[in-house]
Every structure is written in structure tokens, then in C-alpha cells.
């Protein structure tokens, strides 16, 4: 019987099973997808390059624990990323506008960094235009649907550097080492006995001391993964309070290059809706697209095509029609909102809720123990929060099986 099972294998997952090693405690990995990495992937296929389905920047890079791994292990980071470029309704913003609408948007996540009120952020700023599309890309719910004392405390220091090579491969790379079942997906968790779980999947159950869970809270609040007994009140209130947000992502080939000397991130506020374009990212022949909040959600409904179709109708409208007769017609799409094991893109905390990351992340009588990026509350929403939740798990369930001394076990 191994001491832990982690349920899940993406950022957070995998830091704990590092963890776990170097503590010298027993585990199994149960990972329901086909592969690794969670909403941290990087897809080097389809395109003839890297393109990351999740998680592409390294926030706070200073402050940021995988940007010395990625230094370790040679995968490329741009440490001086070009300023992001803003446009409203297809166009372009330049000179004194741009410099506008720069302090709108500072002067919108100033204002609540400063709150002191768990409302909602809507009640700190004046809604629409490009603060709320930043706001949209950051959060992926409108600033009506987020508690403004979570968000304060979100931690985004310096710069974000994008990971060239993908943040994906950089998670994998990483946990080279760690051994995962793939396709095993867990369908109940009992945990009535003080002296072991029971961790079930349809290739048989495996028992263990404890468990650590790191599924997203969009998958927790569903019926495809049970606790029996059922989790406490307490805990079933804090995944309600931390529903997921919406940001989906359409990478498209091109073959040669429509944007002229234009490269790097654009951001834009479409009709009240969120988007952002990275333009042929270290030279290659791929414009990504990343569409934020619900409309996200109901775009990604409507299928490729249609993200496709405004895809080509937004850049068009930026750019020139030339982009339609530069697509190779290949194209990479994540939809996270309709993913089983995701159920969208990150967690956020409701308005009134401020102390929900912080009862998400309290174990149930020291058997059950949760980890992932909704359950950091500085850099919640980041892969580097998933990561240090994981390895804070992992610490905590050994202590909990081994006493004060198993960060000692070898
Ligand atoms: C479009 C998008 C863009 C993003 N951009 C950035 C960015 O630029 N920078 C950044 O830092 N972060 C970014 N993020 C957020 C970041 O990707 C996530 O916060 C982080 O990867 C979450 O890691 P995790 O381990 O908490 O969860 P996950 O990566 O979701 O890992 C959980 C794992 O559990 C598995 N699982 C689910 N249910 C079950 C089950 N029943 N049984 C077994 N396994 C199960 C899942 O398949 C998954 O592998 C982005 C996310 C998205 C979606």
C-alpha cells in the first residue's frame, strides 16, 4: 500500500509527487487524461511549434519558482517582452489614447489592490472598455462575479515572460522522474476509515494513508468524482465559492506573415468582449487567439469553425483581409470550458468569499488534503501557485502520516 495517492497530474500534482520523493514517502499518481500537465501542455505537433493550450507566461518571474527550472533545463524564456498593444473594436489605439487607456487600466487594479470591502470588484471600478477585457484576461469572469479582497491579494509583480519553449513542456520536463497511471480517472474517494482511503477508478482501487486531491474546483463541484462520505459543509461551501472562469485558445498556422513589422501581444475590448492575440511569437507562423469570460465560453459552444470565423473577422478588421489568404488551414484549439477534467480555466473567488482559498486548502481530519492553483492565495490562478500548493500539500500529508520528522525520511 503506497502512503499517498495524488489525484491529478498537472502542475500541482506533480510538484507533490517531486516532493514526495525527495521526503522518501510512498505514492501512486492517478491522472485521468492520456497524458500529463493538466492545463500546463504544450502541443509541438500540430503546428511545427510549441503552442501552449494553458499556461504560457511566467507571472511575477522574480518571485516565480519555475523560472529557475527553466534555466536548468535550457527551455527558453523571453525576459524582454515588447510592450502588450491595445485596440478597441478593431482598432488599433496610438500615442495619447494608448497612453489613456494605460492609465485606466492602472488606475482600475489600483483601486483594488486598495479595497477594503469583500464586495465585488464591479463596485471599485467603472465596468467595460479595456479594463474590464484586462480584467476578463486575467480573471475570465466579469469584475461583477469576483470578491475584490481575493483579487487584492493576487500577487503580480515585475513582468510576465513568456515561456518560448512552452510552460507545458516546462512542467513536464520537470517531472521527468515521477511515474503517473494515465487514463485513470477517479470516480470516488472513501475515506470512512481513520486509518486508510480508498481511491477508485474503473482499472480497480487503490488504498493509501491519505489523498491528495488537485483536481480543479469546476471538476470538485461536479458528479464525476464522489467522497463518501460526502465532504463536509464547510469544504463543499468553498469549492461553490470558487467557481471556474472562462478563457479559451485557438492557435492558427500561417504561411508567411500578414502583420508587417507588428509582433508580440494585443489586447483588445471587442463589443464588451474580451480578447488577446499573440502575433508570431518568436518569429514562427502562428497567431494565437485567447478569448476570455463568457463569451468565451459560448464561442468555444458554437465549435472550431466558429472561433475560427472571428478569429479570422478580429484580425481582419485589425490588419487587413491579407490574413485570410495566410492561413494554412491547420489550427490548435483548447476549450477548457467543455474539458471534463477542467470545466474552464482557473479558479475565482465570489464576491463575499475571500476566505474560500483558505478553507479549500484546510485538510479533512488529516486524511484527505487538497492542492492546485484555486487553493494558493497569492498566486492562485498561476501555474507557480499550483506548484507551491502542491509541494505545501505534500509537506503537510507527510507530517500528518510521519510526525515532525518526515521531511527526515529517506
Ligand atoms: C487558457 C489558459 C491560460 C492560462 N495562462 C496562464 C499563464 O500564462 N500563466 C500561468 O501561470 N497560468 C496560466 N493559466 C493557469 C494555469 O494553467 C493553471 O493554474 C495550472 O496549470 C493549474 O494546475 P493544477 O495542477 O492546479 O490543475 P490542473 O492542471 O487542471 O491539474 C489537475 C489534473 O487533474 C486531472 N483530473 C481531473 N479530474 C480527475 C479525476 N477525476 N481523476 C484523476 N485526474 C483528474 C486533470 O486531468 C489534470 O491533469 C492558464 C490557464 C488556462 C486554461
Redesign the pocket.
Known amino acids: 500500500m503506497p502512503d499517498i495517492v495524488i ?9 507533490v509527487a517531486r516532493r514526495l520523493q525527495s521526503l522518501g514517502v510512498s505514492f501512486v499518481v ?4 492520456s ?7 504544450t502541443d509541438t505537433r500540430t503546428l511545427g511549434a510549441p503552442v ?8 511575477s518571474p522574480a518571485l ?1 519558482p ?1 523560472t529557475p527550472l527553466a534555466e536548468r533545463y535550457g527551455i527558453r524564456v523571453d525576459r524582454s517582452p515588447g510592450p502588450t498593444r491595445l485596440a478597441i473594436d478593431g482598432r488599433l489605439l496610438s500615442g495619447a489614447e494608448l497612453e489613456v487607456a494605460d492609465a485606466g487600466i492602472a488606475d482600475g487594479f489600483a483601486r483594488i489592490a486598495a479595497a477594503r470591502d469583500d464586495g465585488a470588484v464591479s463596485e471599485l471600478v467603472r465596468e467595460g472598455g479595456l479594463f474590464e477585457a484586462a480584467f476578463l484576461a486575467k480573471q ?1 469572469v466579469p469584475p461583477a462575479g469576483c470578491s475584490s479582497i481575493d483579487f487584492a491579494r493576487y500577487v503580480w509583480e515585475g513582468d ?1 515572460w ?1 515561456v518560448l519553449d512552452g ?2 513542456a516546462l ?1 513536464a520536463r520537470h517531472a521527468r522522474s515521477v511515474l503517473v497511471e494515465l487514463d ?4 470516488r474517494i472513501a475515506w470512512h476509515s481513520r486509518e486508510r482511503v480508498a481511491v477508485e ?1 474503473p482499472r480497480g482501487t487503490v488504498e493509501a494513508r491519505a489523498v491528495i486531491v ?3 474546483t469546476g ?1 470538485l463541484a461536479g458528479d ?2 464522489r467522497f463518501d462520505p460526502p465532504l463536509p459543509g464547510w469544504k463543499r461551501q468553498a469549492v461553490a465559492d470558487l467557481p471556474m472562469g472562462s ?3 485557438l492557435s492558427l498556422g500561417l504561411a508567411g506573415n500578414p502583420f508587417g513589422d507588428i509582433a508580440g501581444p494585443v489586447l483588445m475590448a471587442d463589443s464588451g468582449r474580451s480578447v488577446e492575440f499573440l502575433l508570431r511569437e518568436d518569429g514562427r507562423d502562428v497567431v494565437t487567439m ?1 478569448v476570455n469570460g463568457p463569451f468565451a465560453k459560448d464561442l468555444a459552444a458554437a465549435g472550431a469553425p466558429a472561433m475560427i470565423d472571428y478569429a479570422v473577422g478580429r484580425l481582419s478588421a485589425l490588419f487587413g483581409s491579407g490574413i485570410r489568404s495566410a492561413l494554412t488551414g491547420r489550427h490548435v484549439l ?1 476549450d ?1 470550458d467543455h ?4 470545466v ?3 479558479a475565482v473567488a465570489r464576491p463575499g468569499a475571500a476566505a474560500a482559498r483558505g478553507a479549500l486548502a484546510r485538510p479533512v481530519e488529516e486524511r484527505l488534503f487538497f ?5 494558493h492565495d497569492r ?9 507551491l ?2 509541494e505545501a500539500a505534500a509537506d503537510d500529508a507527510a507530517r500528518a502520516i510521519f510526525g515532525r520528522n518526515a521531511a527526515h525520511r529517506s
Open positions: 489525484v491529478g497530474a498537472g502542475a500541482a500534482g506533480l510538484a492517478l491522472e485521468a487524461r497524458r500529463i500537465g493538466g492545463r500546463a501542455f501552449d493550450l494553458g499556461g504560457h507566461w511566467l507571472h516565480n519555475l475570465g510576465d513568456p510552460l507545458g512542467v485513470t480517472p477517479v470516480t477508478t488537485t483536481v480543479p471538476v464525476d468524482l478563457c479559451n485558445k485567447m483548447a477548457w474539458d471534463p477534467w477542467a474552464g480555466c482557473y492542492a492546485g492553483e484555486a487553493v498566486y492562485m490562478g498561476d501555474v507557480h501557485g499550483a506548484y500548493s502542491g
